[in-house]
C-alpha cells in the first residue's frame, strides 16, 4: 500500500453467494469486529438484486455496495442483462468487470470487459477491472505479457480522468477459490507490471493514483503480508469475504 499516493480498497465478492435477508446480520456481525476507525473503502459486491439491501445496511458502518457485472448496452432487448444505468439508479458505486469466471463461463473478452468498464464510468461507476493468468500461462512465462495486454485493451480509450476512478484488480486465475495465494513477492511483481503498464500509456501521475488490489485467496492470515507491498492497495476477496469475522480482520489488517 501507499496511502500518500492512493486509496486502499478492501473489496469483498460475494459471487452468487447469500440472500438479502442475510445481509443484515452479516453487517451487525462486520461491525461488531471491525476497527473502529479504518484506513480503507470497504465494498461488498453482491448479485444485483440484493445491492439495495446491501446500501441500505451498510450505510452506517460506510460499506459501500457493489455490482459483479454489468451489460456493455445502455438498454434495449437485453432480457436478462442489468444496465450501468440502472445500477446507478439505485445508488451502486462500484462494479467488477472482468472476473475470470464471467470470462471462463461467458466467453467475455477483453474488448467487451473494456465496453463494461466505459459503460459504467460513463454512469459514474468505479469499475474494479480483473486481469489474471492461468497455470499454464504463468509456467509458460508469460504472465507479465498476458496481464499487460489485458490491462491495456481493458483501459482502451478511457481517459485520465476517467482512470481516476478505475480499481485493477490482480488475480491470478489459479489462486481463485483454490487456497493457493499467489506468494506476496509474485503478487507485488505482477502489481507493480500492471502500474508500469498504466505508466506508459498515462504518464507517472496517474498511475501513481491507481489502486491495484490483488485476489486470489486472500485471507485473514495471509493479508497483512500481501497489503504490506507497495504495490499492492487492497484486495478482491471472493470466500473470506463470506465471513464477517474473517472479512473484519482483512479490514484491520490494512490498517497497518
Ligand atoms: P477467492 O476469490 O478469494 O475465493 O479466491 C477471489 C475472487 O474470485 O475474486
Known sequence: MNRKYRKTVIAGNWKMNMTASEIKPFIEQLKENMPKTRACDVVLCTPAVMIPAMIKAGKEVKVAAGGQDVSKYEKGAYTGEVSATQLADIGTKYCIVGHSERRQYHGEDDMLVNAKARALLEKGIAPIICVGESLEQREAGVTMEYVAYQVKAALNGIDATQLRRCIIAYEPIWAIGTGKTATSEQAQEVCEGIRAVIRKIYGARP??????????SMNAKNAAELLAQPDIDGGLIGGAS?????????IAASNQ
Open 242 to 250: 463470506l465471513k464477517p469475522v474473517d472479512f473484519a480482520t482483512i
Open 207 to 216: 498511475a501513481r493514483a491507481v489502486s491495484i488490489l490483488y485476489g486470489g
